[in-house]
């Protein structure tokens, strides 16, 4: 079975920067496209960012673009995400995400998680 974990979060102040990383083990990970979401609480899961299998390709939400980054690793079965000019609206728990569908990442389109790591923006 695939297994993503990630690591990185932690307490920034507003302005700040943070990169998250998740490795994947279990399965070849050039098979899948991965992805990055967020969950603030009393908020739905949103999408963040994705990079495709051999990290040609980059999309981002709107409310990122322009301050995160996110790269691939295949060699060493990584994913990371940096995130600059963070602001207290970025504050949710971050989620690694692995699909083997062509296109798409509603969340029906992913089919492993990981369990998420707590990101805090002060204000």
């Known amino acids: 079975q695939v297994q993503l974990v990630e690591s990185g979060g932690g307490l920034v102040q507003s302005g700040g920067s943070l990169r998250l990383s998740c490795v994947v083990s279990?399965?070849?990970?050039?098979?899948?496209?991965m992805g990055w979401f967020r969950q603030a609480p009393g908020k739905e899961r949103e999408f963040v960012a994705a990079?495709?299998?051999?990290?040609?390709?980059?999309e981002y939400a709107n409310s990122v673009k322009g301050r995160f980054t996110i790269s691939r690793t295949n060699a060493a079965n990584t994913v990371s995400l940096r995130m600059n000019s963070l602001k207290p609206e970025d504050t949710a728990v971050y989620y690694c995400?692995?699909?083997?569908?062509?296109?798409?990442?509603?969340?029906?389109?992913?089919?492993?998680w990981g369990k998420g790591t707590l990101v805090t923006v002060s204000s």
């Open positions: 279990g399965r070849t990970f050039s098979s899948y496209r």
């Open positions: 995400a692995a699909s083997g569908h062509m296109s798409g990442w509603l969340d029906s389109d992913v089919d492993y």
């Open positions: 990079i495709s299998k051999f990290g040609y390709g980059t």
